[in-house]
T-cell receptor, first 113, second 119 residues
Framework: RKEVEQDPGPFNVPEGATVAFNCTYS??????FFWYRQDCRKEPKLLMS???SGNEDGRFTAQLNRASQYISLLIRDSKLSDSATYLC??????????????FGSGTRLQVQP | GAGVSQSPRYKVAKRGQDVALRCDPI?????LFWYQQALGQGPEFLTYFQNEAQLDKSGLPSDRFFAERPEGSVSTLKIQRTQQEDSAVYLC?????????????????FGDGTRLSIL
């Protein structure tokens, strides 16, 4: 089982739609969670951190469910420019001293006109 | 510039050659990470530096891979006797992290990466 798992998609949605991605992680002791966005042939860029109480940034809402060990990303009113791969990122090895982040394989979103 | 800078952007080498990839992190960032990203996959951790100290190299796939950061700023990832399976994008990331509990809790800022192709 992968340490961070995501549905690879692709999710094909029309402009204006609401879309949600989930991600599960293996270590309940993980402390930090992020969503990164990666455009084709570009570097990953931080989209938002995920806080325990959930947080919102404009059209984007992130939620954390520690009991079930998953995080989610909700995108409202999708724009063409939202088309990208969304990477779920967790500090999986926190309790064993690992400082690197662990990335999921990404969920590809294609917003269509 | 203010971001993480990597060079070269593209590197083509013949199997068996040695390559060196450079990373210039954001000024003042203590922590530096190298990742390898294969097509269709997320980045996978290779190694981590805190200043000049290489604190974690558990992700390096073989002893052909070597990384250094001698003065605590610029880092070089070297791959000796390259193999075709080394073809990937190599990403460098940095974070302010002062060590301890701060590092793993901070988001990391990535460079554009070096796309390595081994023929």
């Amino acid at each position: 089982r992968k340490e961070v798992e995501q549905d690879p998609g692709p999710f094909n949605v029309p402009e204006g739609a609401t879309v949600a991605f989930n991600c599960t992680y293996s270590n309940s002791a993980s402390q930090s969670f992020f969503w990164y966005r990666q455009d084709c042939r570009k570097e990953p860029k931080l989209l938002m951190s995920v806080y325990s109480s959930g947080n919102e940034d404009g059209r984007f809402t992130a939620q954390l469910n520690r009991a079930s060990q998953y995080i989610s990303l909700l995108i409202r009113d999708s724009k063409l420019s939202d088309s990208a791969t969304y990477l779920c990122v967790v500090n999986i090895g926190w309790d064993t001293g690992r400082r690197a982040l662990t990335f999921g394989s990404g969920t590809r979103l294609q917003v269509q006109p | 510039g203010a971001g993480v800078s990597q060079s070269p952007r593209y590197k083509v080498a013949k199997r068996g050659q040695d390559v060196a990839l450079r990373c210039d992190p954001i000024s003042g960032h203590v922590s530096l990470f190298w990742y390898q990203q294969a097509l269709g996959q997320g980045p996978e951790f290779l190694t981590y530096f805190q200043n000049e100290a290489q604190l974690d190299k558990s992700g390096l796939p073989s002893d052909r891979f070597f990384a250094e950061r001698p003065e605590g700023s610029v880092s070089t990832l070297k791959i000796q006797r390259t193999q075709q399976e080394d073809s990937a994008v190599y990403l460098c990331a940095s974070s302010p992290g002062t060590g301890g509990s701060g590092v793993g809790n901070q988001p990391q800022h990535f460079g554009d990466g070096t796309r390595l192709s081994i023929l």
